[in-house]
T-cell receptor, first 111, second 114 residues
Framework: QKEVEQNSGPLSVPEGAIASLNCTYS??????FFWYRQYSGKSPELIMF????GDKEDGRFTAQLNKASQYVSLLIRDSQPSDSATYLC???????????FGKGTRLHILP | SAVISQKPSRDICQRGTSLTIQCQVD?????MFWYRQQPGQSLTLIAT?????????ESGFVIDKFPISRPNLTFSTLTVSNMSPEDSSIYLC???????????FGQGTRLTVV
């Protein structure tokens, strides 16, 4: 069974520091990787996606993918209190495959 | 990304009753997805709804319990039938994105069964 694993947290990070969120996945054939942010009581919001090994940067966010290690991470630079949320890692294989979500990591940015 | 409107946003229902959740998209999409997110848990796919065909259900979910309609390319409904407290959850409608891989979500329906 395909699985996506995340540390549930909470992960507490001081404001202005770098928050590092990690995710591992079991299906070596996975091809697309996503990070969603979910505020309490709200629906998930896509913030990053990555398909190729290496780093992908978008503003304060950097996604990192290592397919050999089956590992994907999200770095948030200059963390802000508004970044406090649950971050869901999601993985899919081919285009018609369903998306598998991790349970999410709760991030708390300390003012 | 598509704008997805889902309603109701929340409801409290008596056990044994049914609730129909509606999902409206501002553009035509081939596939629509229904997820459940139980407290403290991740998102679990219930079924995939394609226009003009029967929905495809994931393991553990059946049509009698979660009937789905997809009358056109912009609308779908999910019914939670014969509800029990175990059905208390957030139900989310989702559509695929431009690259047909990522998912975008409606606002969700928070269902409480008493």
């Amino acid at each position: 069974q395909k699985e996506v694993e995340q540390n549930s947290g909470p992960l507490s990070v001081p404001e202005g520091a770098i928050a590092s969120l990690n995710c591992t996945y079991s299906d070596r054939g996975s091809q697309s990787f996503f990070w969603y942010r979910q505020y309490s009581g709200k629906s998930p919001e896509l913030i990053m996606f990555i398909y190729s090994n290496g780093d992908k940067e978008d503003g304060r966010f950097t996604a990192q993918l290592n397919k050999a290690s089956q590992y994907v991470s999200l770095l948030i630079r200059d963390s802000q209190p508004s970044d406090s949320a649950t971050y869901l890692c999601a993985v899919t294989g081919n285009r018609d495959d369903k998306i598998i979500f991790g349970k999410g990591t709760r991030l708390h940015i300390l003012p | 990304s598509a704008v997805i409107s889902q309603k109701p946003s929340r409801d409290i229902c008596q056990r044994g009753t049914s609730l129909t959740i509606q999902c409206q998209v501002d553009s035509q999409v081939t596939m629509m997805f229904w997820y459940r997110q139980q407290p403290g848990q991740s998102l679990t796919l219930i079924a995939t709804a394609n226009q003009g065909s029967e929905a495809t259900y994931e393991s553990g979910f059946v049509i009698d319990k979660f009937p789905i309609s997809r009358p056109n390319l912009t609308f779908s409904t999910l019914t939670v039938s014969n509800m029990s407290p175990e059905d208390s959850s957030i139900y989310l409608c989702s559509v695929e994105g431009h690259w047909n891989t990522e998912a975008f979500f409606g606002q969700g329906t928070r269902l409480t069964v008493v």
